[in-house]
């Protein structure tokens, strides 16, 4: 983003606006953590605020500051349309196309607010009129940290905004450990803690959650896991009558493909999670080095993200997904034993 960029932002900000902040499908702790990270620094502007999310996201993402004042579009549709529709500007945040929101992107494709984007993530479509968009980032909490430096309002940080950006880049970059996690991203966080998050009660908060069901149904996800040593490529299952054996709930899935990565030999992991409702295999990959899943996902499975983490899915059966996953397996062969 450049300086006459972030001047014309800053003369939009300086009188109250009203400002909806949209994540994508699905929320993660960095989409939540950057949206309620931006929605309490516009509050001391004085604008008025909302986050909307697509809908609902795990319960161990629920004890941010604010995380309460959030509507979620599936349950309060004519509401959140109407914000969508009379908003000033429209930050969208941690997605970089429409369709990541699900049944929230006709409305937001056809609203006249203008649209501010922040995002991490590789090849973003042409809809924003300001794009701060930077797949080096670890993640968009990070961004929206740089973002409030750019605007010179860093004295504004509080103990509120620093708990929500430390919670999505910690989430973000695997508590710190991926190669996306630069010396600046430690700074960052090091003026966040300094800030007021306090990191150890924030970890607890994302990770020490765990429910009787969700460990019984990670037990089952690793009994699942299968290595395919030839493409040093492992996958695991879960399907929908185990998911519902273990009284599933939304999260209790995150993670669980990492497990896969840290075999020893492996440089490729997937899991691939039935959903009989919306009639999709959701899908999951990692990978170490160079390897970018984010080009096997665009190419084979409806998708795309980061070189090393990226989502999909497919419109086939489990069975048949794993099917076509071991198929084209041989063709990155090469690459991934290079790794």
């Known amino acids: 983003m450049n300086k ?103 409305v937001l494709a056809e609203s006249k607010g203008l649209k501010i984007m922040i995002d991490h993530h590789q090849a973003p479509d042409d809809y924003a009129t300001f794009m701060y968009s930077d797949v080096s980032m670890s993640s968009t909490c990070q961004m929206i940290y740089h973002f409030i430096e750019m605007l010179e309002d860093l004295n504004e940080l509080d103990s509120n905004i620093a708990t929500c950006l430390y919670a999505g880049i910690m989430t973000d970059t695997g508590s710190f450990r991926f190669a996306s996690t630069t010396s600046t991203t430690h700074k960052v966080v090091a003026d966040l803690i300094e800030k007021g998050a306090k990191n150890s009660d924030i970890h607890n908060n994302v990770y020490d959650t765990n429910s009787y069901n969700r460990l019984q149904l990670l037990g089952c996800a690793l009994n699942n896991l299968k290595v395919i040593p030839e493409s040093k490529a492992a996958y695991i299952t879960l399907s929908q009558d185990e998911l519902n054996k273990y009284n599933y709930s939304k999260g209790d899935t995150e993670g669980v493909v990492n497990y896969g990565l840290s075999l020893d030999g ?74």
Not at 4 to 30: C, F, M, T
Not at 275 to 296: A, P, T
């Open 4 to 106: 006459q960029d972030i001047e014309r932002i800053k003369q939009l900000l300086s009188a109250p606006k009203k400002i909806v902040i949209v994540p994508h499908k699905n929320p993660d702790g960095d989409a939540i953590g950057s949206t309620l990270g931006l929605y309490h620094y516009l509050l001391k502007g004085n604008h008025q605020a909302t986050v909307i999310t697509p809908n609902d996201y795990p319960k161990f993402l629920k004890w941010m500051p604010s995380e309460s004042s959030i509507l979620k579009y599936d349950s309060k549709t004519q509401e959140c349309k109407d914000l969508i529709n009379e908003a000033d500007i429209i930050f969208t945040l941690d997605f970089n196309a429409f369709h990541r929101t699900g049944h929230m992107e006709n």
């Open 266 to 339: 492996v440089a490729l992991a997937a899991i691939f999670i039935e959903d009989k409702q919306e009639g999709i295999i959701k899908i999951s990959l990692r990978s170490k080095g160079n390897f970018s899943v984010n080009e096997m996902s665009r190419t084979h499975f409806n998708g795309g993200g980061h070189t090393n983490a990226a989502g999909g899915k497919s419109y086939l059966s489990l069975k048949d997904t794993i099917e076509k996953f071991i198929s084209i397996l041989p063709s990155y062969n090469k690459a991934l034993n290079d790794e």
